[in-house]
């Protein structure tokens, strides 16, 4: 079965830090790329990072290099993006979904979670 949940979202300050997990199946996990997504209200879903399946290439957004850091856990068939140094801009709906690429552009993707919500508000 293929699927992938996030988890971790929620409301910070700006200058904070979140964690975001996003828990694969276990076939996803081991032949998939997973890659993270966010969407603000009236814009278009942009990619943020990306991790191959092997865990040797990490791809980042400009927006977010320095700040975001994605990692992968074997043992739990989690992603995880940490995110630190928030700033109001990184607001939005923030989804992880897999594919056979480490890319961050949407196309390939096929498996998408059901997104979860970052605020970064004072």
């Known amino acids: 079965q293929l699927h992938v949940v996030e988890s971790g979202g929620g409301l910070v300050q700006p200058g904070g830090s979140l964690r975001l997990s996003c828990e694969a199946s276990?076939?996803?996990?081991?032949?998939?790329?997973i890659g993270w997504f966010r969407q603000a209200p009236g814009k278009e879903r942009e990619g943020v990072s990306a991790?191959?399946?092997?865990?040797?290439?990490?791809v980042y957004a400009d927006s977010v290099k320095g700040r975001f850091t994605i990692s992968r856990d074997a043992a739990k068939n989690t992603v995880y993006l940490q995110m630190n140094s928030l700033e109001p801009e990184d607001t939005g709906v923030y989804y992880c979904?897999?594919?056979?690429?480490?890319?961050?552009?949407?196309?390939?993707?096929?498996?998408w979670g059901q997104g979860i919500q970052v605020t970064v508000s004072s």
């Open positions: 979904a897999a594919s056979p690429f480490p890319l961050l552009t949407t196309l390939p993707y096929e498996y």
């Open positions: 991790v191959s399946s092997s865990g040797d290439t990490t």
């Open positions: 276990e076939f996803t996990f081991k032949h998939y790329a």
